[in-house]
Every structure is written in structure tokens, then in C-alpha cells.
T-cell receptor, first 112, second 112 residues
Framework: AQSVTQLDSHVSVSEGTPVLLRCNYS??????LFWYVQHPNKGLQLLLK??????LVKGINGFEAEFKKSETSFHLTKPSAHMSDAAEYFC??????????FGTGTRLLVSP | NAGVTQTPKFQVLKTGQSMTLQCAQD?????MYWYRQDPGMGLRLIYY???????DKGEVPNGYNVSRLNKREFSLRLESAAPSQTSVYFC???????????FGSGTRLTVV
């Protein structure tokens, strides 16, 4: 069965330092992968998606993710964190019938 | 541009009460979904509808029913609410093809 594992439940960074949110996937074929962000008491917003085109995917707000088949990873990065990046981030894989399977989430904390 | 609209935003029910969560989208999407979000568990699919007139069970359908009233609306009904159904519920819709979902802002339900 296809699934995603988010390796950290919480990540803390200082403003201006790099962000790395880790995600590993399990899939028997080339998956479609997404990162969604959820700000406090808000809905979910699509950050970026990988659908077997370029392995380095650029998203909104300066985020990007690299699909690495050899490592079955799809980690989310940003060169310089901003206070407004504090939120919960979900790694997601699309399975049959276009359904989404969500990771358990990583809460990003950004300190001044 | 409204996107996906969920009502109500907040609700408190007593155990055994029934209620219907409403969801409507104005993007002419065929597919609609209901998810629940619980701490540490990400989002889990309750039911989905690939097109008007069809509905299918997701990962956690027990205790819920759905109706795809027309192309725009997809409602979720709790016939006899239980404390285990305390959660945040998200409705989403998706355009046909290789696109991400659009999520509503959620309904926070508490069953006491």
C-alpha cells in the first residue's frame, strides 16, 4: 500500500535559517506527491506537487522539494525561514481513484 | 471566488444527536471528498464522490453517511454522534486531471 512517513513531528528553526521537513514515501510505482500547509485554524493550502516531471519542484512562498527515487524521499526545503512560515506541513501521496493519503504532519516553529 | 465553502464552522453536539455538515464548491469540479483531522494522525478520508450520483467509502466511514446532492454539494451526516467523532472535518474538491485538491476551511465538531 502506498503511504508517506513524516520523520519529525516538530521542527524548530530560527528566522533566517534553512528549513528541512523530511518525508519518505512507500509506493510500488512512481507516485504523485504533494506538500500541503495548514496555518493555525485554517484550511489546507497546496504548496507544491510532484507528478513525474522534473524531480526538483518549486512551490509557493520559496519552498521547494526534491523527489529522490533512490532514497524514496520527498523532503521540503526553504533557504531562509520567515515567521509567517510557522504552520503544520503535510506530505501527501495520491493513490488509486485520485484519493490522497496524508502523513501525520510536521509542525514548524520559527523563533525570532 | 469562493472555492469550497463549509458550514457550520463550529458545532457542539450531545452524544446521540444528529447533524449534517454542508459543503459546496463553485469550481465545477467532479470529485469531492470528506476528511477528518485528528491530532497526530493527519487527515483521513471518510467518503468521496468521484462524480455526481456516486459515493464511495474511504478509510474511516463508520458512523457517517454522505449525499452528493448535485455537482456542487456534498454533505456529510452523523446520524448518532459519538465523542469519538470529535474532530475537525474538511471538505475538498478536485478538478479532473493531474491537479491538487482545493480544501474548505473546516468544521470543528465537538461531541460531549
Amino acid at each position: 500500500a502506498q503511504s508517506v512517513t513524516q520523520l519529525d513531528s516538530h521542527v524548530s528553526v530560527s528566522e533566517g535559517t534553512p528549513v528541512l521537513l523530511r518525508c519518505n514515501y512507500s509506493s510500488s510505482y512512481s507516485p504523485s506527491l504533494f506538500w500541503y500547509v495548514q496555518h493555525p485554524n485554517k484550511g489546507l493550502q497546496l504548496l507544491l506537487k510532484y507528478t513525474s516531471a522534473a524531480t526538483l519542484v518549486k512551490g509557493i512562498n520559496g519552498f521547494e522539494a526534491e523527489f529522490k527515487k533512490s532514497e524514496t524521499s520527498f523532503h521540503l526545503t526553504k533557504p531562509s525561514a520567515h515567521m509567517s512560515d510557522a504552520a503544520e506541513y503535510f506530505c501527501v501521496v495520491r493513490i488509486e481513484n485520485q484519493k490522497l493519503v496524508f502523513g501525520t504532519g510536521t509542525r514548524l516553529l520559527v523563533s525570532p | 471566488n469562493a472555492g469550497v465553502t463549509q458550514t457550520p464552522k463550529f458545532q457542539v453536539l450531545k452524544t446521540g444527536q444528529s447533524m449534517t455538515l454542508q459543503c459546496a464548491q463553485d469550481m465545477n469540479h467532479n470529485s469531492m471528498y470528506w476528511y477528518r483531522q485528528d491530532p497526530g494522525m493527519g487527515l483521513r478520508l471518510i467518503y468521496y464522490s468521484a462524480s455526481e450520483g456516486t459515493t464511495d467509502k474511504g478509510e474511516v466511514p463508520n458512523g457517517y453517511n454522505v449525499s452528493r446532492l448535485n455537482k456542487r454539494e456534498f454533505s456529510l451526516r452523523l446520524e448518532s454522534a459519538a465523542p469519538s467523532q470529535t474532530s475537525v472535518y474538511f471538505c475538498a474538491s478536485r478538478r479532473d486531471g493531474n491537479y491538487g485538491y482545493t480544501f474548505g476551511s473546516g468544521t470543528r465538531l465537538t461531541v460531549v
